[in-house]
């Protein structure tokens, strides 16, 4: 018997009973619907994720001090010792696969313009190189300081659009001073904008110094002044604790806590540091160089501060990758468990099927006895019937993928979230939709299969 | 005997139905032959086993035991589905109850059982075959209507057509007219003669009504499961058997 045959009668049918027919296939198209909505929109949202990830620098590594050397550990080691300035330019020089570097000195506290004022986010103390390591090429208006203003500690910055818009109300702040903690900065500069990151904070609520300036003038100064207004007492963050700002109010002198050993004081020529950072920005030569370069990071951090080979390291090396995975890990789980529900309710519309495919092969038992007298062997009427239910499902499931593509697509159009085709889920609720018809029609097909001819002829 | 051997013939065929552990013997021990090209009436009360013999002769079901010949074929060895392409080839079966496809229409009804033939027919001549076969049991003007559109002679006519689409050499009917008025049942019963002496269709009929045997060559009579009655030589034979 031919396919196109096959495919006519069961279509003959089907088109019987067209009500039941549509009636018996809605638990596939919700099923089919449902599958193609959850992987557009899942899909639409990973990728999402993964372009702010990447508008974040991709290749970043973050390194941070560790929590031995700031937290005071009993064991003595290394605890003195945090990042440095020294570090940041050993890692430059020491580590291929890293393309650029930026130390950070982080501040926060009140920043004037004439009778406005306002907290940003971020006050970061870097170098010219921060803006190559956040891939933040653009400048919106004047000039970056320079490694001249870093070396002289200048009372420069540059500013992001939101302080801008906050402080100038469009008034180009370039040339003008802005007071912060005080202290008189000259704004060389305006940050092209960058927009939310994908935690929602805002990247252009920034301003930008030399970190020499930061260290020595605000966060130095920021102890000593207590009469600040109350959004600005906090100390410049949380990694950099008392320990490390009371070295740089008390150069010259040794750590005050914990005291170091004469041992470690000879085995450690260098342990005593005047000058810590909070953090290394450090960007990898490619993506695929990540692990290379945290390595090589690991390697002369390590030797650098003379850690043996059975401790701890006294810092911390954070990469995108992990933020990536534990970000697509939120958005994948959630677009698992719904495809979960997805597929329960294609299995629900599979025993559906199966249940009309039987009450059908009982009401054309006669049909069935009249086909076998006239020469339909078993293998002819199981073929029928699981034709039919093949056809209900694969008709179930295009309806479903017009559904659910409608469905994601008035999801973006009213609720704005990003959704992104996905011919594989297409191609997968094809299969899927006719191996649920081929499974849930068998049984049926096979009981019609095999009746008996005088039997089947005879049932009322 | 043996030298020649007849389209159809039944040796000693044996029929018991199981009920409840209980034996129903229902044929007792058939012998008959019949020629090509005869046209042979069944008759014998309700419950003699005409519709068994039938079902057995019509290949669509087994005896319990003996011998069934058809063409120099023993059918009783034959698979299922070996007996579903002999049925499809070489036998057309005529029910009481017409039997068509409810929501189909006259020409679909004929052409279906072309749908399971071992040779590929294309779909057009299919269509010309069917047509041309209603044309014969005079539905040429019909071809379109569903079974709940035609009078009941006429939903036996297109059974008639569905049952000579492929050709067969033998038609079975069951009772064809039973449900049938006298009238309607006179045309149905002046086409089997026409079909056995035009086209030399071998015809084996059911009927209870001795005005229908009365078109028939010979008339074989069964009772409680044994041939009584039939032309001379096919009594005896049976007879001479056991
Ligand atoms: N499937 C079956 N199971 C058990 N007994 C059966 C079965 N089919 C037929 N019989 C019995 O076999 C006997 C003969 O039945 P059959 O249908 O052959 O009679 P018939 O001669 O065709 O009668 P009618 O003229 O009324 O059609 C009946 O007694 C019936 O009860
Ligand atoms: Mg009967």
């Known amino acids: 018997m031919k396919i196109h045959r096959i495919l006519r009668t069961a279509l003959q049918a089907l088109q019987r009973n067209p009500m039941r027919a549509m009636l018996t296939t809605l638990g596939i198209v919700i099923g089919v619907g449902a599958v193609i909505a959850m992987m557009e929109i899942g899909n639409g949202s990973s990728a999402a994720v993964q372009k702010s990830i990447a508008s974040m620098g991709a290749n970043t590594i973050l390194v941070l001090p560790g929590t031995a050397a700031s937290g005071g550990v009993s064991f003595g080691f290394g605890t003195s010792i945090t990042l440095t300035p020294q570090d940041y330019e050993a890692i430059l020089r020491e580590c291929p696969a890293v393309s650029s570097a930026a130390p950070v000195v982080r501040a926060r506290t009140q920043v004037v313009y004439g009778n406005h004022n306002w907290v940003p986010n971020t006050i970061f103390g870097t170098t010219p190189s921060f803006l190559e390591v956040r891939n933040w090429t653009d400048m919106a208006d004047g000039e970056f300081f320079t490694e001249r203003d870093v070396l002289n500690a200048n009372k420069v910055c540059v500013l992001g659009q939101t302080i801008v818009r906050e402080l100038f109300q469009g008034e180009s702040p370039v040339g003008k001073e802005i007071r912060i903690k005080n202290i008189s900065f000259r704004v060389v500069g305006v940050l092209a904008s960058k927009g939310a990151n994908m935690m929602g904070m805002d990247q252009d609520d920034i301003v930008l110094a030399p970190w020499t300036t930061i260290k020595y003038r605000v966060a130095g100064s920021m102890l000593t002044s207590t009469n600040q207004s109350s959004s600005s007492t906090t100390s410049s963050s949380d990694t950099s604790t008392s320990v490390n700002t009371l070295n740089t109010l008390y150069p010259g002198q040794t750590s005050l806590y914990p005291a170091q050993s004469t041992t470690q004081a000879a085995d450690n020529p260098i342990s005593v540091r005047f000058t810590y950072i909070d953090q290394i920005l450090v960007n990898a030569a490619s993506s695929s160089e990540i692990p290379a370069a945290i390595r090589q990071i690991t390697a002369t951090l390590r030797e650098r501060h003379h850690i043996r080979e059975n401790e701890d390291d006294d810092f911390n090396i954070r990469d995108m990758t992990e933020m990536t995975k534990m970000l697509t890990s939120t958005t994948s789980l959630m677009t698992n468990l719904l495809l979960c529900v997805a597929l329960i309710s294609l299995l629900v519309g599979g025993v559906g099927i199966m249940n009309i495919m039987l009450v059908s092969v009982t009401e054309r038992t006669r049909e069935i006895g009249l086909r076998m007298a006239v020469g339909a062997r078993a293998r002819d009427i199981l073929r029928q019937f699981l034709v039919e239910s093949v056809v209900l499902c694969l008709v179930g499931g295009g309806v479903g993928i017009l559904l659910g593509h409608g469905g994601s697509y008035l999801v973006q159009m009213f609720l704005h979230w990003p959704i992104q085709n996905s011919p594989g889920a297409i191609a997968a609720a094809v299969i899927v939709s006719a191996g649920v018809g081929i499974i849930f029609g068998y049984y049926p097909a096979w009981r019609a299969s095999r009746l008996d001819p005088i039997e089947a002829l005879r049932y009322e | ?242």
Not at chain 2, 63 to 89: C, H, K, M, V
């Open chain 2, 1 to 242: 005997m043996d030298d020649f051997m007849a389209l159809i013939e039944l040796k000693h065929i044996v029929k018991t139905y199981r009920i409840a552990d209980m034996d129903v013997p229902v044929l007792k021990g058939v012998s008959i032959q019949i020629d090509t090209g005869e046209l042979v009436a069944l008759m014998g009360s309700s419950g003699s086993g005409k519709s068994t013999l039938m079902n057995i002769l019509g290949c669509l079901d087994r005896p319990t035991s003996g011998e069934y010949w058809f063409n120099q074929q023993e059918i009783a060895q034959l698979s299922a589905d070996e007996r579903a392409i002999l049925r499809n080839r070489s036998m057309g079966f005529v029910f009481q109850s017409f039997n068509l496809l409810p929501r189909a229409s006259a020409l679909e009804n004929v052409t279906m059982p072309l749908s399971y033939s071992a040779t590929y027919i294309s779909d057009r001549e299919a269509r010309q075959r069917a047509s041309e076969m209603l044309s014969r049991v005079g539905l040429k003007d019909r071809m379109d209507h569903e079974p709940s559109q035609l009078s009941g002679g006429q939903q036996q006519r297109v059974a008639i057509a569905r049952a000579l689409i492929n050709r067969p050499p033998v038609l079975f009917a069951d009772e064809p007219t039973g449900n049938l008025d006298s009238h309607t049942s006179n045309e149905v019963l002046q086409m089997f003669e026409q079909l056995n002496q035009e086209d030399g269709i071998t015809i084996i009929l059911v009927t209870h009504d001795a005005a229908v045997a009365r078109h028939a060559q010979r008339v074989i009579r069964i009772a409680d499961g044994l041939i009584v009655d039939g032309d001379a030589d096919s009594t005896l034979e049976a007879a001479g058997k056991k």
